[in-house]
C-alpha cells in the first residue's frame, strides 16, 4: 500500500513538472488591434480565460502534448488550431481573427482611438517604436495614410512636404534599411504627392528599430524600418481608394482549404493628373507600386513567398522661360527608379524553439539625364543583391537566445556619360559579398531588470567588422521604464545621391555604391542611447531619450558637388549626431493626441571644413489630435514647425510648387546647381503649418457583406505662412530671393471604400 502511494505522489509529481505555459496576443486581422475579451479556450481541459486590456492570455499549468485551442468573440469568426505544448517553458501562440459582423440593436460602445504611440499591441521597448495599420490611419498629421510620415516626429525626421527618405538621429538617408517581412527593399519612395513605396492597405505592423541593430539588417548605421505585411483572411476582402494624388487597390483570402492565402496590392500616383497640359514647368509621368504574396503550410511548418516592386519615370522642365518669354530650350530633365524584391522564407516551432529560412534578390535601378553645368549628362546606376539568413530562435520564462547566419552578395554599378564632347565621363563598379554571423541573448535579472547582449561578426574582402551591442531595461513600476543602450555598427554601400541638392525633392533614390570599389569606404557608427518612458492605464504615454552618434567613413556628395548626384568626385568623412527628444500619446474613447519635439545638433565634417546637412534643423515639433464626433466622422488637426533649418543657396532660375489641388499639381523648373556657395550657410526662417482634415464614412450592404465608403479631405497650411523650401541667388544682382513652399490650399480629396 505503502509502495503504491509513493508510486502515485511520484507520478503527480512528475505530471506536475511537466507542464507548461501557453502565452500570446489575440488581433483583429483588418485592423492589427488587439482585442480585448476574447474568449481563449482549451477544449479538451474545458478551461478558459479571456484577454486583457493589451490583447494578451496566459494558460499556465497546461500538461505537456498536443491540445485544442479554440479563440472566440462576437463579431468575429472563431478560430481553432492545434499546439503541441512543451513539457516546460513557454509556447508563445498570437491568433488573428477575422470579422464576422452581428447584427444587433444599436449600442454604443467605444474602445480607445489606437494612435502612435500607444498601440496596445506594441511589443517593441521604447526608444524602438510598433506602428499598427490603425494607429497609420489615425495619424492626426496625414488624413491619406503614408507610413513613412507616420513615424516622423522626435528623432525621426523628413524633409517638409516632399519625404526623400527617413532620416534617423541625424544620420542620411541612405544609412537607413528597409525590409518587408525581412526583406530588404531598396529606394521605397515616390514623388509628387506621395511619399512612402508602401501601400499601407497591404500592411499590418510598422517596426522601427534604432536603438539596437535589427537582427535581420544588422549592417547599417541609423537603424531598419521593416513592414509586417497583413495576413491573408479566410474569406475575401478587398479595401481601394482614389484621390488626387493616388489610386490603389488590396485583396487578400483564401486559397484551397488547406490553410493557404493571398495578398495582393496594387497602387498608382497620379502627379500630373490635374496639371494643366500646356505649362512646361509640371512636374510629369506616373508612380506606382505592387506587392503579391503567398503563404500556405509546408514541412510541419509556414511557408511565404512575397514579391514587391516599386516603379517612378517622371521628368522636368530643363530651364525656365524669361519673363514675358518663351522656352527656348525644350530639354526636359528625367528621372527614374524602379526597385524589386522577391523572397521566400519558411518558418517552424519546435517546442521552445524557432527556426526560420529566408533567401532573397533584390535590384535596384536608376536613371538620369540631366541639365548639368558643364552639359546634358545620362546617369545610369543598378544595385543587384542576393542572399540568404537562416536563423534560430531558443526561449524560456527567463531567457532568450538568438544566433543568426546571413550571406548576401551586392554587386552595384554607376556610369555618367556627356551628351558632348565637353560634358563629364566616369565609371565605377564594385561587386561586395558580405558574410554575418549574429548572437544575440536577453535575460531577465530578478523581476525588475532586462538585460540584451549582442554581438555581429561581419567578414568582406578580407577584412572582419566586429559590431557589439547591449541594453539594459529596469522596469521600475508598472508604468515606468528606463533603458540603457550601446552599440557599434558597419555599412558596405553608400550613395551617390547629393543629399544637399534640391533636385531630392523630385529624385530621392539613394545610388549605392559598395565598399571595395576605388576610393569607397565601410561606413562605422557608434550608438548610446538613454531612454525613460511612463505609461498608465487612464490612456497617457511619455517618452524622452537622450543621445549621442558618432560616424566615420562616410561618403560625402555635397562638398565636391552642385549637381543632384555624382559627375566626378566626393570625399570621405565623419559626422556627429547629440539630441534630446520627448514624444507624447494621450488616447480616449473619442479622441487621440499625438506630440512630439526634438532638439538635435548634427554636423558632417571633411578635412578643415564642416556643414549642417539640410536634415539637421534645431529644432523639430508636431502636434495633432483626432477627434469622432461620432462612429463614422472624423476630424483632424496637425501641427508641424521645424527651427534652425540650413540650406545651400542655388543660382540660376528654379520654379517650385509642392504638390496641391489649387496650383494643379506639383512644379519643378529648371536646373538648379550650387557653386561657389557654402554648405548649409543660408538658415532658413522657422517653418510652420496648420493642417485640417475631414473625414466620413458610411456603412453599406453589398451582396450580404457589410462594406465601408468613405470621402475624405484636407486643407493645409491655414494661417498662410510663407515657408521657404530654400534661395536662388540672383546672378545679375547676386541678391537672394526665397523659393516658397506650399501655400494656403487643399491638400487632397479623395473616396476610400473596403468590403
Keep these: 500500500m505503502g509502495h503504491l502511494f509513493l508510486s502515485s505522489a511520484k507520478i503527480l509529481l512528475v505530471a506536475q513538472l511537466m507542464q507548461g505555459t501557453v502565452v500570446g496576443r489575440v488581433w483583429d486581422a483588418e485592423t492589427a488591434e488587439p482585442i480585448v475579451g476574447a474568449a481563449v479556450t482549451l477544449t479538451d481541459l474545458d478551461r478558459a480565460v479571456a484577454t486583457d486590456e493589451t490583447g494578451r492570455y496566459v494558460l499556465r499549468q497546461v500538461p505537456a502534448g498536443q491540445h485544442e485551442i479554440t479563440v472566440h468573440f462576437i463579431g468575429y469568426a472563431r478560430r481553432s488550431l492545434r499546439a503541441l505544448v512543451p513539457q516546460d517553458g513557454r509556447l508563445e501562440i498570437d491568433v488573428w481573427l477575422l470579422p464576422d459582423p452581428v447584427h444587433l440593436n444599436a449600442v454604443d460602445v467605444r474602445a480607445p482611438v489606437v494612435v502612435r504611440g500607444f498601440d496596445m499591441g506594441a ?194 522642365a530643363a530651364a525656365l522661360a524669361p519673363d514675358g518669354g518663351a522656352i527656348q530650350n525644350l530639354r526636359r530633365n528625367t528621372f527614374e527608379w524602379i526597385s524589386q524584391s522577391l523572397g521566400v522564407q519558411w518558418k517552424r516551432v519546435f517546442s521552445t524553439t524557432s527556426v526560420r529560412a529566408l533567401g532573397w534578390r533584390a535590384v535596384t535601378d536608376a536613371g538620369s539625364v540631366w541639365a548639368a553645368q558643364t552639359g546634358p549628362v545620362d546617369m545610369t546606376a ?64 530578478g523581476k525588475r531588470v532586462e538585460l540584451n547582449v549582442g554581438a555581429t561578426l561581419a567578414a568582406t574582402g578580407g577584412s572582419r567588422y566586429v559590431g557589439p551591442n547591449a541594453q539594459l531595461v529596469w522596469n521600475a513600476s508598472d508604468q515606468v521604464k528606463l533603458a540603457g543602450s550601446c552599440s557599434r555598427t558597419h555599412q558596405f554601400a553608400q550613395s551617390f545621391r547629393n543629399a544637399e541638392s534640391v533636385v531630392g525633392n523630385v529624385f530621392p533614390v539613394d545610388i549605392y555604391m559598395g565598399a571595395g570599389a576605388s576610393g569607397i569606404p565601410v561606413g562605422r557608427g557608434r550608438l548610446g542611447v538613454l531612454s525613460a518612458s511612463y505609461r498608465s492605464r487612464a490612456g497617457l504615454r511619455l517618452g524622452v531619450q537622450a543621445y549621442e552618434r558618432r560616424s566615420d567613413g562616410l561618403l560625402l ?167 521657404v523650401l530654400t534661395y536662388a541667388r540672383d546672378p545679375s544682382s547676386g541678391k537672394l530671393a526665397g523659393i516658397e513652399m506650399r501655400p494656403l490650399a487643399p491638400l487632397v480629396v479623395g473616396l476610400e471604400w473596403t468590403f
Aim: charged share 20%.
Design 123 to 316: 511589443a517593441a521597448a521604447f526608444p524602438d517604436r510598433e506602428i499598427s495599420a490603425a494607429a497609420v490611419r489615425n495619424d492626426p498629421q496625414r488624413i491619406e495614410p503614408d507610413v513613412f510620415e507616420a513615424l516622423g516626429g522626435g528623432e525621426v525626421s523628413l524633409r517638409p512636404e516632399t519625404p526623400s527618405g527617413v532620416s534617423l538621429r541625424g544620420g542620411a538617408s541612405d544609412q537607413t534599411a528597409y525590409l518587408l517581412d525581412g526583406i530588404p527593399i531598396f529606394n521605397p519612395y515616390h514623388s509628387g504627392g506621395i511619399s512612402s513605396g508602401w501601400n499601407p492597405d497591404a500592411l499590418s505592423l510598422l517596426h522601427l528599430a534604432s536603438a539596437a541593430p535589427l537582427p535581420t539588417y544588422p549592417n547599417t548605421l541609423s537603424g531598419a524600418i521593416e513592414a509586417v505585411t497583413r495576413e491573408p483572411g479566410d474569406r475575401i476582402h478587398a479595401r481601394g481608394s482614389l484621390s488626387t494624388t493616388q489610386s490603389g487597390v488590396t485583396f487578400d483570402g483564401p486559397l484551397g482549404a488547406a490553410g493557404a492565402g493571398y495578398l495582393v496590392s496594387l497602387r498608382s500616383g497620379l502627379p500630373d493628373g490635374i496639371a494643366p497640359k500646356n505649362e512646361s514647368t509640371y512636374l510629369r509621368g506616373d508612380t506606382g507600386d505592387w506587392l503579391a504574396k503567398l503563404e500556405a503550410r509546408a514541412l510541419g511548418g509556414r511557408v511565404q513567398l512575397l514579391g514587391y516592386g516599386n516603379e517612378n519615370d517622371l521628368n522636368t
Design 557 to 723: 556628395v555635397a562638398p565636391r558637388e552642385g549637381e543632384p548626384f555624382v559627375t566626378g568626385g566626393f570625399v570621405v568623412g565623419s559626422g556627429t549626431s547629440r539630441g534630446v527628444s520627448a514624444d507624447a500619446a494621450l488616447t480616449a474613447k473619442r479622441c487621440g493626441i499625438v506630440a512630439s519635439y526634438g532638439m538635435q545638433h548634427v554636423r558632417l565634417a571633411y578635412g578643415n571644413s564642416s556643414y549642417v546637412p539640410e536634415s539637421g534643423a534645431t529644432h523639430l515639433a508636431q502636434c495633432g489630435a483626432i477627434v469622432f464626433p461620432s462612429a463614422t466622422a472624423s476630424v483632424r488637426l496637425g501641427v508641424t514647425a521645424a527651427m534652425g533649418r540650413r540650406a545651400t543657396a542655388i543660382a540660376g532660375g528654379f520654379e517650385w510648387e509642392a504638390n496641391n489641388i489649387l496650383d494643379k499639381g506639383s512644379e519643378f523648373g529648371g536646373s538648379p546647381y550650387y557653386g561657389g556657395e557654402s554648405l548649409g550657410g543660408t538658415a532658413l526662417p522657422t517653418y510652420f503649418r496648420l493642417d485640417l482634415g475631414v473625414r466620413k464614412q458610411w456603412r453599406v450592404g453589398v451582396g450580404g457583406r457589410d462594406a465601408t465608403v468613405a470621402l475624405f479631405g484636407s486643407a493645409t497650411n491655414l494661417l498662410g505662412r510663407k515657408n
Design 382 to 445: 543598378a544595385r543587384r543583391d542576393k542572399g540568404l539568413l537562416v536563423a534560430v530562435q531558443h526561449y524560456s520564462t527567463r531567457t532568450t537566445t538568438l544566433g543568426e547566419l546571413r550571406v548576401e552578395e551586392s554587386r552595384t554599378s554607376y556610369r555618367i556619360l556627356p551628351d558632348s564632347t565637353a560634358g563629364p565621363a566616369w565609371a565605377l563598379r564594385a561587386n561586395t559579398p558580405v558574410a554575418t554571423a549574429v548572437a544575440r541573448h536577453g535575460r531577465a535579472i
